[in-house]
Nanobody
């Protein structure tokens, strides 16, 4: 079965950093585009960052310059390095895989930015 499992969330102060990880199983990781999305209470789920099979990246304007997405195909893992965190970054962060075979979501990990 397909599993996407996020880790690395938690409570951090404004200006702090976190690194999220998402490890996949049951998919051919190298042929999947991988993305990070986030959803705050009462809000829509939005794309934060995307990395393609060819290592091209895209970021939401709100995180550009602060967040970095990367992948390690040998470990079936995608990362989101988050620096300079702001209270408005508080959300559940979700990992997503997409390919012609199928698209999947992880269960999410909570990130809270608060003093």
């Amino acid at each position: 079965q397909v599993q996407l499992v996020e880790s690395g969330g938690g409570l951090v102060q404004p200006g702090g950093s976190l690194r999220l990880s998402c490890t996949a199983s049951g998919i051919i990781f190298s042929i999947n585009n991988m993305g990070w999305y986030r959803q705050a209470p009462g809000k829509q789920r939005d794309l934060v960052a995307l990395i393609t099979t060819g290592d091209s990246t895209n970021y939401a304007d709100s995180v550009k310059g602060r967040f970095t997405i990367s992948r390690d195909n040998a470990k079936n893992t995608v990362y989101l390095q988050m620096n300079g965190l702001k209270p408005e970054d508080t959300a559940v962060y979700y990992c997503r895989s997409t390919s012609s075979i199928g698209n999947y979501w992880g269960p999410g990990t909570q990130v809270t930015v608060s003093s």
